[in-house]
């Protein structure tokens, strides 16, 4: 569906996830979502809140993935 967001997860992604490439694959996907590069002032609160929400979600889940047995995210 995004194909600028990339894979946050090694082996893909060589090392751990940054928050900063957390943050810039949840821009990316609430971008596509909502349609908006980015939105009209009225709507700018739900959109940061929307990509917030998406970079916690996202860093839950690589929080809690195993890959190959061994956890993504080191423990911290």
Known sequence: MCRSIKTLRP???PGEATPEDIHAAAL???RKVS???APAAHNREAFDRAVAA???AT????GELEVRGRSVRSAG
């Open 54 to 56: 998406v970079a916690e």
């Open 35 to 37: 349609g908006f590069r």
């Open 59 to 62: 860093a839950e889940l690589l």
């Open 28 to 30: 990316q996907y609430v």
């Open 11 to 13: 082996p893909v992604l």
